[in-house]
């Protein structure tokens, strides 16, 4: 997986993904995280997932990880941009009803 970190105003962190987001890309995802964290407490962290090709049930995992873990920095997370085949896992996943989407 690739990202970028692209801090904003009003306390918002946008983190844009692309390739692949799978089991192998754990220690890039768990860098993404500890990015994160140090935001502080309080932010909004959207994943744009535009630019992402591919997601498995890992990457799901992953992204559940992340929206805990901003919940425990009494943050949020977004989802945003997904399209092809990371749209569709999230829809069978059922995502909508577990980490909102940014219109």
Avoid at 10 to 28: I, P
Avoid at 32 to 52: I, N, R, Y
Wanted: net charge negative; aromatic share 6%; charged share 25%.
């Amino acid at each position: 997986m690739d990202y970028r970190i692209v801090s904003t105003a009003g306390g918002r962190t946008v983190v844009e993904c692309g390739g692949r987001l799978t089991f192998s890309n754990s220690t890039t995802f768990m860098r993404v995280a500890e990015e994160l964290k140090a935001t502080g407490d309080g932010h909004c962290w959207v994943f744009d997932l535009s630019g992402l090709e591919f997601i498995d049930s890992a990457g799901l995992g992953m992204l559940l990880m992340a929206r805990d873990m901003a919940g425990q920095q009494n943050g949020r997370m977004l989802l945003k941009g997904a399209t092809g085949q990371v749209e569709k896992a999230l829809s069978l996943a059922r995502f909508d009803e577990l980490i909102p989407t940014e219109e």
